[in-house]
């Protein structure tokens, strides 16, 4: 049944043990049965990558756009991307490695791939918030989101190196990490390039501005008319990925991230990247927010910031804040604010701004 299976490593371990190809169905079945949610998603993931009759494994996107889609992807791609993995970070067999984020999207089954591919001691935990509340021992790699490396920074020096993702890291948690012993790098990547694909150091002792993202052995990018990434991985990818991020290009394997096309604001011809801007505010606004364009008679589209709270006196302190700051160029300035009670959420968490935009536009006219 496994003739087609790509083998576990001779020095692979899952919370403390050793196991072998035929060794792990029962464990599985195990994290299943008796399991409880992040355990049964585990389970039914090693039962398909061990199932020879699949010779592709289906993969979900985030929903990042408020869309979730399913994919399918090869094993022998997907070792490749833990192979590339491995490489960038230095990391070999024995490598102890900790697993804190869900099996149901690619970045959790990756630090599984990882581990049997590579032969790493890999132990799992709840993929909460605190995801490293119970954690007692020295690890040398993980992988957290931005909302778990906020959480867990009392325990970070537990682990060597961590790679973030998922989101965006606030310009205030980047400060708090500078001075941590763990090296924290940031990953870009996407469900359809297995995970990341580029990556850049966050933290270091020089404290100098930050690298551009660099690509991962064997992949390369270009731009297309619109500045937006494309990514040429051939152990990874059969075709280009044409993403709709854009981008600053510095050459071939490295870039700095501008934000997504979807998002760009035309103001009076003036094109304004929101995510740029919401970098500028997040040291100054501490409820969450977003910028988003929207249509105005004079403008084409206007810069407008939503923000969550159901403080009837937010609007007006929030105007006084932004009249503070300096770092935003006029076009930046938000021509309106618009206070949301509650923003509107994708089915995996994350803020649906184009729901939340139309809400928030409703409520106001009204």
């Known amino acids: 049944?496994?003739?087609?299976?790509?083998?576990?490593?001779?020095?692979?371990?899952?919370?403390?043990?050793?196991?072998?190809?035929?060794?792990?169905?029962?464990?599985?079945?195990?994290?299943?049965?008796?399991?409880?949610?992040?355990?049964?998603l585990i389970g039914n993931f090693l039962l398909d990558w061990f199932n020879d009759n699949y010779e592709q494994m289906k993969l979900r996107t985030s929903g990042s756009t408020g869309e979730v889609k399913e994919m399918f992807v090869h094993r022998d791609k997907m070792k490749n991307s833990a192979i590339a993995t491995?490489?960038?970070?230095?990391?070999?067999?024995?490598?102890?490695?900790?697993?804190?984020?869900?099996?149901?999207?690619?970045?959790?089954?990756?630090?599984?791939?990882?581990?049997?591919?590579?032969?790493?001691?890999?132990?799992?935990?709840?993929?909460?918030?605190?995801?490293?509340?119970?954690?007692?021992?020295?690890?040398?790699?993980?992988?957290?989101?931005?909302?778990?490396?906020?959480?867990?920074?009392?325990?970070?020096?537990?682990?060597?190196?961590?790679?973030?993702?998922?989101?965006?890291?606030?310009?205030?948690?980047l400060k708090k990490i500078q001075d941590i012993p763990t090296k924290v790098f940031e990953t870009y990547g996407m469900t359809e390039t297995i995970t990341h694909i580029a990556t850049r150091r966050l933290n270091s002792s020089t404290k100098t501005k930050l690298k551009p993202l660099k690509a991962l052995q064997n992949v390369s990018f270009t731009v297309n008319d619109k500045n937006c990434l494309v990514v040429t991985a051939p152990k990874i990818t059969d075709e280009p990925v044409v993403t709709r991020d854009v981008v600053e290009l510095v050459d071939d394997i490295r870039f700095y991230w501008k934000g997504r096309l979807d998002n760009v604001i035309n103001s009076g011809g003036v094109k304004i990247h929101p995510e740029q801007v919401e970098k500028k505010l997040q040291l100054h606004i501490h409820k969450p927010f977003f910028i988003a364009g929207v249509p105005d008679e004079n403008l084409g589209e206007k810069v407008v910031l939503f923000v969550e709270s159901t403080n009837p006196n937010e609007e007006q302190a929030i105007q006084?804040?932004?009249?503070?700051?300096?770092?935003?160029?006029?076009?930046?300035?938000?021509?309106?604010?618009?206070?949301?009670?509650?923003?509107?959420?994708?089915?995996?968490?994350?803020?649906?701004?184009?729901?939340?935009?139309?809400?928030?536009?409703?409520?106001?006219v009204n």
Not at 110 to 137: S, T
Not at 151 to 164: C, M, R
């Open 320 to 364: 006084e804040t932004i009249k503070e700051i300096d770092t935003l160029d006029k076009f930046e300035v938000p021509k309106q604010i618009i206070v949301v009670a509650e923003f509107k959420k994708t089915r995996t968490a994350k803020v649906h701004r184009s729901a939340t935009i139309k809400a928030g536009i409703s409520n106001s």
């Open 86 to 173: 491995a490489k960038r970070f230095k990391l070999p067999a024995k490598t102890k490695a900790l697993c804190c984020i869900p099996a149901n999207y690619v970045a959790g089954r990756m630090m599984l791939i990882r581990a049997m591919v590579l032969g790493w001691h890999l132990d799992l935990v709840e993929p909460k918030a605190n995801a490293l509340a119970q954690v007692e021992k020295e690890y040398d790699f993980a992988a957290l989101t931005p909302h778990q490396l906020s959480n867990s920074l009392h325990k970070i020096h537990f682990i060597k190196k961590v790679i973030v993702g998922g989101a965006p890291i606030s310009e205030s948690l």
């Open 1 to 40: 049944m496994l003739d087609n299976i790509i083998p576990i490593h001779p020095d692979f371990k899952l919370n403390g043990y050793h196991y072998n190809e035929t060794e792990i169905y029962p464990v599985a079945y195990s994290f299943i049965k008796e399991g409880i949610e992040y355990e049964e």
